[in-house]
């Protein structure tokens, strides 16, 4: 009989990261998948970041997660997104090599202390007196533990559709897991369908590259990780080419042979990811798209066209696609796919992704309601260091939407649900003036480091970072002069008569390094990297100013924790619709209660009132 702390469902890429939390803060760990191949593998684009999911990423990183540190190893091409807005809103994105982000996620893995790799179907959930015990194999065999975490992806009754071809399958090549799904419902939690599609891969031999724009990374490329200055192989450009009126009629005219618009899938599907059936439809007044070409990989002519992915019969997807300019011979290595899978409403869960209905049950990934993998992975960062923690009788971790982008996603998928398969952007963060992707390690990383789950090394180079960071901050405070000096250097001030220090002057839009360093020599000292970050600060120095109270507000809202049988059936001054939804969303502490729809200032006091108290509830 085999026994574990925690046993973690699924090597996707929630999987992945909650196996290697859990076990890198010390919990016996077992991640149990179909098959050992299943690690790091991308079902759909070969890329990691972009905007808002890059954010994740880094949170990850910060964290001592191994998503950033498998992209670099893996990386082909990288790309600062919105390079020219703001640094709040830049996300770093990379395409990957398959391969070598597959092989990079396994050796992170396998080096792993206190982790095991098995690769078997899970059948069946043991549960005893409301409580995770362990998990059932296909085979029969039992394997305990004090914790689960659920990271099934699209697996759960898993259906593929290609036009009106539709057969069992969990993404391509795999099998659906049909008996789990059947003993997750059997548990009596909400479930739902979603959908979401690829496009076909493109034998790159067959492209015509000569006749087509060109895309290059970035000439300085920004890495994923604390830990790496450099991409660690060789880098690509990719191909852009366009859909035209042609590519639109031929799908117009093939739209009820589309497995979405011929009414054969139920299930909802990504609207910022659109299809390219949906896109002819939703934006009829375009007449093109713009097509990525992105090669997949450096030793395969695999290539990926982002932008179209659909679920048309395959001689229509061959017919578009050759309508193109420079695919005119295209060969399709694979069709494009549908695929409509069941999803648990995330309500069912509290902040530490843990399920409110049964003990030690954590669920993370797309089973949630999320798309991507950078969504899957930070959710399994939450799901896997609280089932780690749960496992050993510790303190739950909780992530703030005032510290981080997890805290966010995590807040918004506990209690407002979703509608649609959830992807991150920065527009969802109120803070993310704050919340930036350059600043991840100097917001997460000292926590990972004080609830033991941080390597020596990567805690070594962050005190380091942090220490030369607060010496030159200081020293760039201290140093001040008078406007005309300031004048006297290129910089045009205000000649009011106040003195500023270096710091306010990085503060400046407009104020090249170039200027201060001749007001101020002691700059070209400084470590590049080091300034860039305080330059950074320093921009946003007077906005943060302002967040920071609400951030606070928001803190201290957190602390106030409501039991989960604090009883709102009988306190007066609340409406009984505002019973109901409480009881229904059941929030973990007044934070989360000012969020639940229809609450009133003057109901959060009376709750604030009562926790004060420390009223518990009688039963209801
Ligand atoms: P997955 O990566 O799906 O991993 C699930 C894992 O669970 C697998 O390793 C599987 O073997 C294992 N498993 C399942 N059942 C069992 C069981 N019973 N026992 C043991 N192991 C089990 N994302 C985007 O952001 N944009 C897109 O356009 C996009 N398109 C997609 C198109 C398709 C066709 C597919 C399949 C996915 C697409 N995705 C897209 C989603 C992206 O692949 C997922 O968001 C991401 O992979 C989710 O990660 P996960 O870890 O939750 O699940």
Known sequence: MKHFDVIVVGGGHAGCEAAAASARSGAKTALITLSKRDLG?????????GLGKGHLVREIDALDGIMGRAADAAGIQFRLLNRRKGPAVQGPRAQADRKLYQKAISELLQNQENLTILSAEVYDLIVQNNHIQGVKLADGQEVFSRSVVLTTGTFLRGKI???????????????????????????????????????????????????????????????????????????????????????????RLNLEKSAMYGGFIEGVGPRY????????????????????????????????????????????????????????????????????????????LNDTLGLKALDGLFLAGQINGTTGYEEAAAQGMVAGLNASFKSREMEPIRFSRADSYIGVMVDDLIHRGITEPYRMFTSRAEFRLSLRADNADQRLTRLAVDRGFCSNDRRILFERKQDAIAAATGSMMNATFTPKQIQACGIQINQDGNRRSVFDLLSLQNVAQGDIEKLWPEISTINSEIVDQISIDALYSHYIERQTKDQAAIKKDEMHIIPTDFDYQNMSGLSNELKLKLKRALPGNLAQAARVDGMTPAALMLILAKIKQGVRSRAS
Request: glycine fraction near 8%; proline fraction near 8%.
């Open 41 to 49: 593998v991308m079902s759909c684009n070969p890329a990691i970041g």
């Open 161 to 251: 559709f290609i036009g009106d071809i539709v057969y069992p399958g969990g993404r391509m090549g795999d099998k659906p897991s049909i008996a789990l799904a059947q003993r997750i419902e059997s548990l009596g939690l909400a479930m739902g369908r979603l959908k979401t599609g690829t496009p076909p891969r493109l034998d790159g031999a067959t492209i015509n590259w000569e006749i087509l724009d060109e895309q290059p990374g970035d000439e300085e490329p920004v890495l994923f990780s604390y830990l790496n200055k450099a991409p660690a192989v060789q880098q690509i450009s990719c191909g852009i080419t366009h859909t035209n009126t042609k590519t639109h009629d031929i799908i």
């Open 273 to 348: 990811c659109p299809s390219i059936e949906d896109k002819i439809v939703r934006f009829s007044d375009k007449d093109s798209h713009q097509v990525f070409l992105e090669p997949e990989g450096l030793d395969t002519n695999t290539v990926y066209p982002n932008g179209i992915s659909t679920s048309l019969p395959e001689s229509v997807q061959f017919e578009y696609v050759r309508s193109m300019v420079g695919l005119e011979n295209v060969k399709i290595l694979q069709p494009g796919y549908a695929i409509e899978y069941d999803f648990i409403d995330p309500r069912s």
